[in-house]
C-alpha cells in the first residue's frame, strides 16, 4: 500500500497453500489475519459562539459558551482549551441526556445586581421571589440561570460602551464537555465545549484557544479567538446624495475593532417610528423605499451589541428635492398620489380624444 488512506483501514487475511499438481486441487496450509489501523491527522479546526448572536445583559449574569470542532481526525483527538496561554482548569461535565432541556431558573451566583440600574419590572420581580416555589433542580455552581429573554427599550441618552457593575466574588468557573462523533468517510468529528457565567469586565479582550493533541501530529493544533465588544461601527449610506422616491441603503461595514461574536444589530428610527411603521429593525442593512420629503433631517440609530458589550451610533438622512417629481406631488411613501395620477391619466386620453376628433 504505497500511499494509505482511510479507506484502507479494515482487516487483511493472508493464506499459504499448495496445489496437487496430479489433482490441482488447493491444499491450505496455513492462514494468518491482521488489522490495519490507518490514522489521520485532523484536517480543520475552528472555535465558535454558542447561541449567537445573542444580546448584552445589563441587568443579569448570563452564561457564555465556546464551541471548538476538529473534523478529519482518526482516531478522536485530545481537546483542550487555554485563556491567555494557561491552561484552563474545568470541571466536566456528563453527556446530557436525550432529550433533556436547560437548567432550571435560579438566584444568580456570585453576583450582586447594581439596583441603580436595576428596571422597576426586575425590582418588583426580586420582590415578589421569597413567594414563589423554588425551582426542583439547580444548575452548576458558578453558572448563572437560564432566564427568558426580556425585551429592553433602549433609551434616547446612552452610553456609547457600557459594561454591567456585577461584583465578582471568585474567579470564574469552567465547564468542559467533550463528545465525538463517527462520520462517513471513516474520520471521527470531536466537539468540546467551555462554558462559564460571563464577566465582560475581566473576559472582554481575553484570549482563548483550543488546542488539539493527536498521535498523527508532531505538535499540537490550535485554533484561537479574542473575545471583544463591539465599538465604533462604520456604516455608509447609498446613495450618498438621496433624492425623494430614491430606495435607501444603510449599511453597517464593519467596526474599529475585531469583534467575536458576531453582534446583533438593531435599528431604530430617533424619536418616531421606521418608514415601513416598525419600531424597529433587525440585521446589518436598513432599507428605506421610496423616501419621502419628510424624512429629510431624520437621525436613525444603529445598535450593535454581543453579550461582551453595546455600543450605539446615529447617522441623518438628508433628502434632496427630485426634478422628475414635482414638490408637493408625493404621498408619505414618495410616490404619486393615486388620485392625482388618475386625473393626469385623464387628461391626457381627453386631449388625445379631442385631437383626434
Known amino acids: 500500500l504505497p500511499e494509505v488512506r482511510i479507506s484502507d483501514n479494515g482487516p487483511y487475511e493472508c493464506h499459504v497453500g499448495i496445489y496437487d499438481r496430479a489433482t490441482r486441487e488447493k491444499v491450505v496450509l496455513a492462514s494468518g489475519n491482521v488489522f490495519l489501523n490507518v490514522m489521520a491527522p485532523p484536517t ?21 459558551t465556546l464551541v471548538c470542532v476538529v473534523s478529519g481526525g482518526k482516531p478522536a483527538p485530545l481537546v483542550y482549551f487555554k485563556r491567555d496561554g494557561e491552561p484552563i482548569e474545568a470541571t466536566p461535565l456528563p453527556e ?63 452610553v456609547s460602551r457600557e459594561f454591567p457593575r456585577w461584583v465578582h466574588v471568585a474567579e470564574p468557573i469552567y465547564y468542559f464537555r467533550h463528545t465525538h462523533a463517527p462520520v462517513s468517510d471513516g474520520t471521527v468529528e470531536a466537539r468540546a465545549t467551555l462554558t462559564w457565567t460571563l464577566n465582560p469586565q475581566i473576559d472582554n479582550e481575553a484570549l482563548f484557544s483550543c488546542e488539539v493533541k493527536h498521535p498523527a501530529l508532531s505538535m499540537p493544533m490550535q485554533s484561537e479567538v479574542t473575545l471583544v465588544a463591539p465599538k465604533g461601527p462604520k456604516i455608509t449610506m447609498t446613495p450618498t446624495r438621496a433624492r425623494v422616491g430614491d430606495t435607501v441603503r444603510i449599511l453597517v461595514q464593519g467596526f474599529q475593532n475585531e469583534v467575536f461574536p458576531e453582534p446583533l444589530f438593531t435599528w431604530t428610527r430617533v424619536g418616531s417610528r421606521l418608514l415601513d411603521g416598525s419600531a424597529e429593525h433587525d440585521g446589518k442593512e436598513l432599507v428605506l423605499e421610496r423616501v419621502p420629503a419628510e424624512l429629510n433631517g431624520s437621525m436613525y440609530r444603529c445598535t450593535a451589541q454581543n453579550p461582551l458589550g453595546s455600543t450605539d451610533t446615529h447617522t441623518r438622512l438628508i433628502v434632496f428635492e427630485n426634478p422628475n417629481i414635482p414638490r408637493g406631488t408625493e404621498d408619505s411613501n414618495g410616490s404619486l398620489p393615486s388620485h392625482r395620477g388618475f386625473r393626469l391619466v385623464l387628461a391626457l386620453t381627453l386631449t388625445v380624444i379631442l385631437e383626434l376628433t
Not at 480543520?44 to 443579569?60: C, E, G, H, K, W
Request: no cysteine; charged share 20%; hydrophobic share 35%.
Open 44 to 64: 480543520s479546526i475552528s472555535v465558535l459562539a454558542a447561541d449567537t448572536p445573542a444580546p448584552f445583559s445589563r441587568y443579569q449574569a448570563q452564561n457564555f
Open 96 to 158: 446530557p441526556p436525550a432529550g433533556a432541556g436547560s437548567w432550571a431558573p435560579r438566584n444568580l451566583l456570585h453576583r450582586d445586581l447594581d439596583d441603580t440600574k436595576l428596571p422597576k419590572s426586575l425590582a418588583a420581580e426580586g420582590d415578589m421571589g421569597g413567594r414563589q416555589p423554588l425551582a426542583t433542580a439547580d444548575p452548576p455552581r458558578g453558572l448563572a440561570a437560564e432566564r427568558t429573554p426580556v425585551t429592553e427599550i433602549i433609551p434616547e441618552t446612552v
